[in-house]
C-alpha cells in the first residue's frame, strides 16, 4: 500500500494533484473508482463543450457561493451524483474551479496506473481498419511495458502517410510530412 500510494503522488503533483489524489484515496475506499470517473468525465465534457460554463469557472467575479450554486445546478441537470458532483462542488467552495480540469486530468491518470491502462494516441492520414488497430494495440501494449491500451485514433490527411504515435509521455514521429521536411531542411543546408 506506501509503494501504490507513492507512485501515486509521483503521478499527481500540485495543487490538482493533491486535490485527485485525495479523491482518488476517498473513491478506492469506497470501491467507488469507476462511477467517479464517469462522473468527472461528464463535467469535463460540459466544460469542453461550453464556454460560457469555463468563463464560470474562470470568473474571479463570482463569489464561491455563486459558483457553486451554478455548478450544483448543471451537475444535477447532467445527472452528475455521488462523490464526483460532491467534489466538484467542495472545489468550487474552495475557489479552485478554475484548476477543475487539472484535477480531472490527475484523476484520470490515477486511475489508469491503478487499472494498468495506458492511454495512446495515433494519427494516421486515412482512417485504420480494426486489423490496424488490433496490431498497434498489440505492439503499443509491449512498448507500454505490457499494459492495456486506450488507444484514440485520430485521422489527419496533412501528415501524407505514416504514423504519429503517442504513447504517455513519449512521441514518436513517422509521417511522411515529417521526413519531407527533414529532407527539405538538409538540402537547403547542402545547397
Known amino acids: 500500500m506506501a509503494q501504490d500510494i507513492s507512485q501515486e503522488t509521483n503521478v499527481a503533483t500540485g ?3 493533491r486535490y485527485a489524489s485525495a479523491l482518488f484515496d476517498l473513491a478506492r475506499e469506497r470501491a467507488k473508482t469507476d462511477e467517479v470517473m464517469a462522473g468527472l468525465d461528464a463535467f469535463d ?3 469542453a463543450e461550453s ?13 464561491a457561493a455563486e ?11 447532467a445527472g452528475v451524483f455521488g462523490l464526483a458532483a460532491d467534489f466538484v462542488k467542495l472545489v468550487a467552495r474552495k475557489r479552485r474551479l478554475a484548476a477543475v480540469g487539472g484535477m480531472i486530468a490527475a484523476y484520470r491518470r490515477l486511475d489508469d496506473r491503478a487499472k494498468g491502462v495506458v492511454r495512446a494516441e495515433v494519427t494516421a492520414a486515412s482512417p485504420l481498419s480494426d486489423s490496424h488497430v488490433a496490431a498497434l494495440k498489440a505492439a503499443l501494449a509491449g512498448a507500454g511495458g505490457g499494459k492495456s491500451v486506450d488507444l484514440a485514433v485520430k485521422v489527419d490527411p496533412a ?18 510530412r515529417t521526413r519531407l521536411n527533414a529532407l527539405r531542411a538538409r538540402m537547403k543546408e547542402v545547397g
Open 51 to 63: 464556454a460560457d460554463l469555463r468563463r464560470m469557472a474562470a470568473s474571479p467575479a463570482l463569489s
Open 67 to 77: 459558483q457553486g450554486r451554478a455548478v450544483a445546478v448543471v451537475l444535477q441537470r
Open 159 to 176: 501528415i501524407v502517410g505514416g504514423l504519429v504515435v503517442k504513447l504517455g509521455s513519449r512521441m514518436v514521429d513517422g509521417s511522411i
Open 45 to 47: 465534457r460540459l466544460l
Open 15 to 17: 495543487v490538482a494533484g
